[in-house]
């Protein structure tokens, strides 16, 4: 069983940093994708940036210098590097894993989320 485990979320003010990791755990043989989603509230979620296994990285236009995304393909982790936050990056923030196969077969997952916060 893939468990995505989250962390680094938090309440920060504008013009601050903050710098989520997700790791995904199990019996994984590959990951062909890895990224971070966010949620406005009673919207659906949107893409904030995705890297793929060879590391093409896509940002949305409201990130694009001021986000950096790297992934560790030996440890099945992604991280997400958030400078120069604004009031309108708060949000839930989900990691996404995309195309992991495992030995029962080749499934997506989605974490738990963690709350960026930031104080104007």
């Known amino acids: 069983q893939v468990q995505l485990v989250e962390s680094g979320g938090g309440l920060v003010q504008a013009g601050g940093s903050l710098r989520l990791s997700c790791a995904a755990s199990?019996?994984?043989?590959?990951?062909?994708?890895m990224g971070w989603y966010r949620q406005p509230q009673g919207k659906q979620r949107v893409l904030v940036a995705t890297?793929?296994?060879?590391?093409?990285?896509d940002y949305a236009d409201s990130v694009k210098g001021r986000f950096t995304l790297s992934r560790d393909n030996a440890n099945n982790t992604v991280y997400l590097q958030m400078n120069s936050l604004r009031p309108e990056d708060t949000d839930v923030y989900y990691c996404?894993?995309?195309?992991?196969?495992?030995?029962?077969?080749?499934?997506?997952?989605w974490g738990q989320g963690t709350r960026v916060t930031v104080s104007s």
């Open positions: 890297i793929t296994r060879r590391g093409r990285i």
């Open positions: 199990g019996r994984i043989f590959s990951i062909a994708a």
């Open positions: 996404n894993t995309i195309r992991v196969a495992t030995l029962t077969g080749v499934s997506d997952y």
